[in-house]
């Protein structure tokens, strides 16, 4: 399969606790975009690499959210210190630079307890 | 702020009827809106897309329209099957020149169920 993947696809932790999540987009796709999705809305914005380079975050990404992608491939979300609004499915995208297509992995779904 | 609005929220049909989802944007600078249909437990599917300079486009039993003027846009699914169910986001795209980014609005989604 050559789509975006995400691990793990669910994750219950305590509130309090860190968590860290991965995306690996589609092979060559230089943009990735990380969504946050809660019941019965559509994805929210939440950052936003061209390659290795972190160029924009939503306000929605506060200061206990941490995203990095090193090598310009796969990318890591972090969130420290979780609370209970948390809870939400996040969402990875790819796109390759100069298309307007984003490509979903499947997701993660986190349950802060 | 921007936003796009989604209508309706629920929708059910009879095998082999069509389905219409209708929505708005606010952004005028708006150039690119796609759809994407979502099944329980994954990930939003890219389905069908339509730039600005377009006002139609179909693909199989799938059409959307785009009313710039209106800041409208629907999808429309002909002969729908049970496995259309899903839900359904519109979203209404524009580049930022600066950092390439697109920045996406989604709409709430409409969930579509087909009845056999």
């Known amino acids: 399969d050559t789509g975006v993947s995400q691990d793990p696809r669910h994750k219950i932790t305590k509130r309090g606790q860190n968590v860290t999540f991965r995306c690996d987009p589609i092979s060559e796709h230089n943009r990735l975009y990380w969504y946050r999705q809660t019941l019965g809305q559509g994805p929210e914005f939440l950052t936003y690499f061209q390659n290795e380079a972190q160029l924009e975050k939503s306000r929605l990404l506060s200061d206990r959210f941490s995203a990095e992608r090193p090598k310009g491939s796969f990318s890591t979300l972090e969130i420290q210190r979780t609370e209970q609004g948390d809870s939400a499915m996040y969402l990875c995208?790819?796109?390759?630079?100069?298309?307007?297509?984003?490509?979903f992995g499947p997701g993660t779904r986190l349950t802060v307890t | 702020g921007e936003n796009v609005e989604q209508h309706p929220s629920t929708l059910s049909v009879q095998e082999g009827d069509s389905a219409v989802i209708k929505c708005t944007y606010s952004d005028s600078a708006s150039n690119y809106f796609p759809w994407y249909k979502q099944e329980l437990g994954k990930g939003p599917q890219l389905i069908i897309d339509?730039?600005?300079?377009?006002g139609e486009k179909k693909d199989q039993r799938i059409a959307v329209t785009l009313n710039k003027t209106a800041k409208h846009f629907s999808l429309h699914i002909t002969e729908t099957q049970p496995e259309d169910s899903a839900v359904y986001f519109c979203a209404a795209s524009k580049s930022l020149v600066k950092t390439s980014y697109d920045k996406v609005i989604f709409g709430p989604g409409t969930s579509l169920s087909v009845i056999p």
């Open positions: 339509i730039r600005s300079n377009v």
């Open positions: 995208a790819s796109s390759l630079g100069g298309s307007r297509e984003q490509y």
